[in-house]
């Protein structure tokens, strides 16, 4: 089985047209670690920075090709492993992993938990609701069917009254704080494990990000979180996040030092 790097740089609902490019750039990175040529789908273009419906009937073309390649990729096994330029991607993405590899825990590390749907955001992001649309708790047109017990949040620390009660009512377990390295090890014991990494799950400054979450991980955190995961099958591994802030050289570094801290993880099936 090869592995496989694979990138999207189209619209993904995004604030700006940062992220579209960042995506090429982590796939680079990701491409030289894995001795992988990338195959990149779509191209960037002008953010719309619109509400949740505006941006999903603009993305929805490119959804739809991303979640056909992403379940090809699946389907190859080895190691699959994706950078995309907003974690919106995962309304197209997880759908597959429900489907495919339906024992399968999503460990969704991100600021934030992207659990709100068109009822009660108050933002209108569709980032927002990404992992919502995943569990069928919103209709996207793209599936659901992702159990929320398949679900662990990691690093998670910005949370709506309404995410925050579906953590405190255990409806999705969440593995953070000083605890946290224990306690996704409780969560996901021995069964397979599908990676979302949202890099804006890192302390501000460390990655090129839209958001900036005071409290996050250290590369460090994230390296013993990578080695943890990597005694686990992995199905899978998808990155998004990363923006393109105009300077080659440094974005290039900066991509590079994320893969080294996911080396754990991506060197399990290298």
Excluded: K
């Excluded at 309404?162 to 969440?174: F, K, M, Y």
């Excluded at 704080?177 to 890099?199: K, Q, T, V, W």
């Excluded at 302390?203 to 900036?212: K, N």
């Amino acid at each position: 089985m090869s592995n496989t790097v694979l990138v999207y740089t189209g619209r993904i609902g995004d604030h700006n047209d940062r992220g579209m490019n960042g995506a090429a750039i982590v796939g680079v990175a990701l491409g030289r670690w894995l001795g992988v040529e990338p195959t990149v789908l779509g191209h960037p273009e002008p953010a719309i920075n619109g509400n949740w419906d505006v941006e999903l009937e603009a993305a929805l073309p490119g959804l739809r090709s991303l979640q056909a390649a992403h379940g090809a990729a699946l389907e190859r096994g080895g190691l699959p492993v994706f950078a995309w330029p907003r974690c919106a991607a995962a309304i197209a993405t997880l759908p597959n992993v429900a489907a495919q590899h339906p024992d399968a825990v999503v460990v969704w590390f991100d600021a934030h938990a992207d659990l709100n749907t068109p009822e009660n955001t108050t933002t209108g992001y569709l980032g927002g609701l990404a992992l919502s649309a995943s569990l069928g708790w919103w209709d996207s047109g793209l599936g659901g069917g992702l159990d929320p017990q398949n679900v662990v949040l990691g690093g998670v620390r910005d949370l709506d009254p309404s995410e925050q009660s579906l953590v405190d009512d255990g409806t999705i377990a969440l593995a953070a704080g000083p605890e946290m390295l224990s306690n996704l090890d409780r969560l996901i014991a021995d069964r397979p494990i599908y990676f979302h990494l949202d890099c804006d799950v890192l302390d501000p400054g460390i990655m090129p990000t839209d958001y900036s979450v005071s409290g996050g991980l250290t590369l460090d955190d994230l390296s013993a979180v990578a080695a943890r995961l990597a005694r686990n099958p992995i199905v899978g591994v998808e990155i998004g996040e990363f923006e393109d802030h105009g300077d080659p050289e440094l974005a290039r570094s900066q991509a590079e030092r994320l893969v080294s801290a996911l080396s754990p993880l991506l060197s399990t099936n290298r």
